[in-house]
């Protein structure tokens, strides 16, 4: 599948990887004050790459197929597909940027009723539709962070329920076969950016920095989950540090 993406900017190439229910618009304000080429993807059901029927292998290859060689940087569900592409094509990715990242869910039983519970909201969003579920999304404690101004409703809404839906049940968090085991492999340098209310996403990347051989990782003091939009100026900063000595 040929993934729909976009460049903005000059500079060092650097590829940039939404969270659910976000488009490749998300990046556009934070990445006008980058030096960076940056090439910005629209994930499977997302955006204008509507067909979301992709596991995250496959998307690893996706990715792969269209990125140049350079800096890839994922946020979320975004992290989750830069890690398979970075352990799947090592050889395009010379960095790696992970925000509120996961490398999946050990336990089977858990990883199970995880899958069940993402198939069980897949449906959930084709019954009620786009705008009800992004505001139902948007709700979450886990965008507490997020005001009107910060949420990126609008570029939510130009996403469809059968594009969300299908992203779930092929790539949600509950489809991915845990990569921990695999994470002493990533021999890049890697950047791993969480906030610290976010306080299960903060120990998960607190103990993927010890695997990670070559990690650093900055928790930012204040920010939940959505980091990049939360402090984008701290977001910038750090990203501009990392790639300039990358």
């Keep these: 599948m040929t993934l729909s993406s976009h460049v903005v900017g000059s500079g060092s190439p650097a590829t940039f990887l939404h969270g659910f229910t976000q488009t490749s618009h998300s990046w556009l304000e934070l990445v006008e004050h980058l030096p960076l080429a940056s090439t910005l993807v629209d ?3 997302h955006g204008e ?21 350079g800096c890839l940087v994922g946020y979320s569900m975004g992290a989750r597909m830069a890690l398979h592409t970075a352990l799947q094509h ?28 993402d198939d069980t909201l897949a449906n959930h ?41 299908d992203s779930l049940r092929f790539a949600g ?47 930012i003091e204040g920010a939940g989950h959505t980091v990049h939009l939360e402090q984008p100026k701290r977001f910038i900063e750090e990203l501009i540090r990392f790639t300039a000595t990358k």
């Design 125 to 165: 969003i084709e019954d009620v539709g786009v705008t009800t579920f992004i505001d139902e999304w948007l709700s979450q404690p886990l965008f507490a962070g997020l005001n009107s101004a910060t949420n990126q409703r609008q570029d939510r809404l130009r996403n469809t329920s059968r594009g969300l839906a």
């Design 90 to 117: 090592p050889h395009k990715v010379t960095s790696l940027v992970l925000i509120s990242a996961t490398a999946g869910i050990r336990d089977a039983d858990e990883r199970s009723a995880r899958k069940n519970s």
């Design 173 to 219: 968090t509950g489809t991915q076969e845990p990569l921990w085991n695999q994470l002493h492999m990533l021999s890049m340098p890697v950047l791993l950016l969480c906030g610290t209310t976010d306080t299960k996403f903060h120990a998960i990347t607190l103990e993927m920095a010890t695997i990670i051989p070559n990690a650093t990782c900055v928790a």
């Design 43 to 45: 994930a499977p059901g």
């Design 49 to 69: 790459s509507a067909d979301g029927q992709r596991s995250l292998t496959q998307i690893g290859d996706d990715i792969a197929a269209i990125m140049p060689t």
